[in-house]
T-cell receptor
Framework: DAKTTQPTSMDCAEGRAANLPCNHSTISGNEYVYWYRQIHSQGPQYIIH???NNETNEMASLIITEDRKSSTLILPHATLRDTAVYYC??????????????FGTGTRLLVSP | NAGVTQTPKFQVLKTGQSMTLQCAQD?????MSWYRQDPGMGLRLIHY???????DQGEVPNGYNVSRSTTEDFPLRLLSAAPSQTSVYFC???????????FGPGTRLLVL
């Protein structure tokens, strides 16, 4: 399975952009990159996903390098409520057709006033 | 919509006891799955279902059973709990195999 590597922790000032990097150098051509976050051990919350192109939604932007070996999640204006563990995930197809999410250990983002 | 719900929120078991973790969704999702999360780690897939009556094993299925008699419910059974099963359990669902998975709030299990 493709694995992801993320910094253990990052800090960000409130109101500034938070840029969370992720390496996934062994990703296969048809495997998607997903980002989820987990606040206070609640259930993981979906943020964004992409395959090749950069993506943007109301929560964040996802920048994927041309070789697809790394990506960056951007929270444009971080707030205190964005403090959470952020998981960069590769969605892997199983031989049964199911698509499982392969979680790493995540980045703990602390947003400070 | 309540989304994905899980009960109980917290449970303490003794080694050898059995119990069922409940998971329900009201979004008419065909795909449901169970993950476990151990301290400081990401989630790992236990079992999954692609529709009523169809289940299969994930990465860490040993010690767990599942069934899917209805679209809405996907219970996870521990037949004989072991301390190694102390973990937080999350249920997830999605409309199709390619769509986003939505997670429940989790069940925190402690096996003594």
């Amino acid at each position: 399975d493709a694995k992801t590597t993320q910094p253990t922790s990052m800090d960000c000032a409130e109101g500034r952009a938070a840029n969370l990097p992720c390496n996934h150098s062994t990703i296969s051509g048809n495997e998607y990159v997903y980002w989820y976050r987990q606040i206070h051990s609640q259930g993981p919350q979906y943020i964004i996903h992409g395959l090749k192109n950069n993506e943007t939604n109301e929560m964040a932007s996802l920048i994927i390098t041309e070789d697809r070996k790394s990506s960056t999640l951007i929270l444009p204006h971080a707030t205190l409520r964005d403090t959470a563990v952020y998981y960069c995930i590769v969605r892997v197809g199983m031989n049964t057709g199911f698509q499982k999410l392969v979680f790493g250990t995540g980045t703990r983002l602390l947003v400070s006033p | 919509n309540a989304g994905v719900t899980q009960t109980p929120k917290f449970q303490v078991l003794k080694t050898g006891q059995s119990m069922t973790l409940q998971c329900a969704q009201d979004m008419n999702h065909e795909y449901m799955s169970w993950y476990r999360q151990d301290p400081g780690m990401g989630l790992r897939l236990i079992h999954y279902s692609v529709g009523a009556g169809i289940t299969d094993q994930g990465e860490v299925p040993n010690g767990y059973n599942v069934s899917r008699s209805t679209t809405e419910d996907f219970p996870l059974r521990l037949l004989s709990a072991a301390p190694s099963q102390t973990s937080v359990y999350f249920c997830a669902s999605s409309t199709s195999v390619l769509e986003t998975q939505y997670f429940g709030p989790g069940t925190r299990l402690l096996v003594l």
